[in-house]
Each structure stands twice: as structure tokens, then as C-alpha cells.
């Protein structure tokens, strides 16, 4: 296997590994923010946690837009501005609203991954590969998750 096409499967893969990371992250945090903003369940669970995942589905919808229009390779640099923002905003966040708008543009970039990552490693992979290689995005979903 061309060290070259394993070394860029492994670094899209890498967007799979932020998706598990950034579904399970949040439950460190979970109670004591709610703490900290003295927020309800219900806008606790739908707002601020949930923000995410509703920019995940939005993302992996919208996801195929930006992937056929500027490349796979472009979207992912993309992603990668979306998770960096969304992780700095998250950081510097002093009230719910902000911390879950920060989330939701992460989620984007997760559910935009879901589409890009596997589309670039099986359009770089050779076919003798392409399922192991294309097969990493996944385990790394599982990975991130553990």
C-alpha cells in the first residue's frame, strides 16, 4: 500500500474520530454547566447538549453541497476552520446560548465530514484498498467514542 494514500486516508479519518470524540465530550461537562448557567432539563438537553447533534443532521444533509462543488480535499479544510472555530467558541463561551451556537457550528462540521471524509478516501484509495482505508473513517467514529 502507497505509504502517501495511507498517511491522507489516515488524516481524513481523523474527521470520524472527532465525530465520536465530539458526541461524547459534552457528558464531562454535562451537569456542571448546567450548573454554572442554572439552566433547566428540558433547555439543558435541547439546547444546550442537543445543539450539536441538530448541526450534525444540518451538516450531513447540507454536506454534499460544498463536497461536489469545491472538491472533497477542500470541504475537509473547511471542516477543519468549522471544528477549530466551534472548539475556541465552546472555550470562551460565558453563557448557554453562545456555548450551544459554538456547538452547532461544530456539528456542522461533523455531519459535513459524515459525507466528505469517506468520498475523499475512496476516490484516493485503489480499489485493492479502498475498503480497509475507506473502513478507518468508521473504526475511528468508534475510536473517538471510547
Given at each position: 500500500m502507497d505509504k502517501k494514500i495511507l498517511r491522507f486516508s489516515l488524516t481524513a479519518a481523523l474527521a470520524g474520530f472527532l465525530f465520536g470524540f465530539d458526541t461524547v465530550v459534552i457528558s464531562g461537562a454535562d451537569k456542571s454547566l448546567q450548573a454554572l448557567w442554572q439552566s433547566t432539563d428540558a433547555f439543558h438537553g435541547v439546547v444546550v447538549i442537543g445543539m450539536a447533534l441538530w448541526g450534525t443532521v444540518v451538516g450531513a444533509l447540507l454536506g454534499g453541497i460544498?463536497?461536489?462543488?469545491?472538491?472533497?480535499?477542500?470541504?475537509?479544510i473547511w471542516i477543519g476552520i468549522f471544528y477549530t472555530l466551534s472548539a475556541i467558541g465552546s472555550a470562551l463561551s460565558n453563557d448557554p446560548i453562545t456555548f450551544a451556537f459554538f456547538r452547532f457550528i461544530g456539528g456542522l462540521g461533523v455531519g459535513a465530514s459524515t459525507v466528505a471524509a469517506p468520498s475523499y478516501i475512496s476516490e484516493i484509495a485503489p480499489a485493492k484498498d479502498?475498503?480497509?482505508?475507506?473502513?478507518?473513517?468508521?473504526?475511528?467514529i468508534v475510536f473517538g467514542i471510547l
Open positions: 460544498p463536497t461536489n462543488k469545491l472538491g472533497r480535499k477542500k470541504t475537509l479502498r475498503g480497509k482505508l475507506v473502513g478507518l473513517y468508521q473504526f475511528n
